[in-house]
């Protein structure tokens, strides 16, 4: 089981969404504020549909800290969802809900509805949406918001960039930004602003002719030390813990690391660092950073670059071929609001996610009960760090 451990719960049209997270240490500086400047990140970008003109996602901890400071204990997190008092009749926990309205019988291609529906025995398919939903990705920001309030207090900084929307891309190298705002509100969260003129109009298209469109959000983690992850066991190397996480984020389709890809079709000579030692600084060091950060399932103390491939929606306003379940009649497939584009939000649940994974490994490798017990462990290898 992982140190930093986190589960939510909630339907995309039900009451709220809950997170709760254990192993945090005590004496962590954590105030709402610090969590809900994602949530607000996660809501923006162009190509949201309509209910996030509903929803102003923001969280309330209801237990795990005091006055200000974490506790130790576990944390949990409740978000409110605006849109309940629009679906309270057909979605309420009590026997006498209105399970008739809304029905979903029309699988939409790509979603969970059938391939849920039939593993869990249910032919109303909102049952299965309503938790596949990417709506739970406001939940797990909320626990990302918590890890890297916790990276923060030792220099990590983590941001992201969409550097793809559908055919269209920029080249700038993302990891070489300092990850300040400069370009987090802009309408892609793109620094390039010449392909970001691109990726809209793109979207504009998508969007006249009823379709959704994907694309790729780059995930950059600077001020990370050697020595997170190991090489030793397969499920502690620290990239498939990383692909992982990103993968199991709604809609996501690809990852790489570093090169990723691209290094596939190069010689060995051109996609490895080459090492040097500088002896004034008594430091190991590289010029390139193709491995992203990561050797041998080890953080070797370069940025952490992961570049995420996002499908495109499945919910389409020009609705795919499908079957009605319960009369296996031809229709096309059911529509629902959605989004046509949501890959500016994917790298903010990204970064949540990148955000975990280096909480966990920061946990095993400086453990402490106490935020200043980390501290300790974490300078004492600092130290060590420089003499080797
Ligand atoms: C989302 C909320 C959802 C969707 C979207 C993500 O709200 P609703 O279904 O009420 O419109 O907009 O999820 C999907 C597109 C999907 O297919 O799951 C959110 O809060 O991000």
């Known amino acids: 089981m992982p140190l930093f451990s986190w589960v939510t719960a909630g339907e995309s049209h039900g009451k709220g969404l809950t997170a709760v997270v254990s192993g945090v240490p ?11 400047r994602d949530m607000a990140r996660r809501q923006l970008g162009y190509g949201r549909g309509g209910r996030m003109k509903i929803e ?3 969280v309330e901890f209801t237990a795990g800290v005091r006055a200000g400071l974490t506790l130790g204990s576990p944390l949990s997190m409740w978000v409110r969802n605006r849109d309940w008092e629009n679906w309270e009749t057909v979605m309420s926990p009590d026997p006498g809900a209105q399970t008739d309205r809304r029905t979903l019988t029309r699988p939409r291609p790509g979603h969970a509805d059938l391939v849920g529906g039939i593993k869990y025995d249910q032919t109303d398919l909102r049952n299965v949406l309503e938790r596949a939903s990417a709506r739970e990705t406001a939940a797990r920001v909320a626990v990302g918001g918590v890890a890297r309030r916790l990276l923060d207090e030792f220099g990590v900084t983590i941001f992201s960039a969409v550097t793809q929307i559908g055919p269209e891309s920029t080249d700038m190298d993302v990891a070489s930004l300092d990850g300040s705002d400069a370009f987090d509100q802009s309408p892609l969260r793109c620094p390039d602003e010449e392909a970001e003129g691109r990726m809209v109009d793109f979207i504009k298209q998508c969007q006249k002719s009823g379709d959704t469109c994907g694309g790729v959000f780059t995930v950059v983690a600077k001020g990370l030390p050697v020595g997170l992850g190991s090489h030793t066991s397969w499920d502690r190397k620290l990239d498939g813990r990383v692909a992982a996480a990103m993968m199991s984020i709604q809609a996501m389709k690809g990852v790489g690391i570093g090169l990723g890809f691209d290094g596939a079709a190069l ?6 660092d080459e090492i040097f030692y500088d002896n004034e600084a008594r430091d190991f060091h590289r010029e390139t950073n193709r491995a992203g950060g990561l050797e041998g399932g080890i953080t070797n103390g370069m940025p952490l670059v992961v570049h995420v491939a996002m499908k495109p929606i499945s919910t389409l306003a020009r609705a795919l071929r499908s079957v009605d379940v319960n009369t296996k009649e031809a229709f096309t497939a059911q529509k629902e609001r959605t989004d046509s584009c949501a890959v500016p939000a994917g790298g903010v649940v990204g970064e949540a996610m990148l955000a975990i994974v280096l909480a966990d490994a920061w946990l095993e490798k400086f453990g402490g009960d106490s935020l200043a017990e980390m501290r300790r462990n974490y300078e004492s ?5 420089r003499s080797f």
């Open 267 to 272: 010689p060995g000579s051109q996609a490895h």
């Open 56 to 58: 102003k996602d923001a």
């Open 26 to 36: 005590a004496g962590l500086p954590l105030e709402e504020r610090h969590v809900n």
């Open 381 to 385: 290898y600092q130290d060590y760090v």
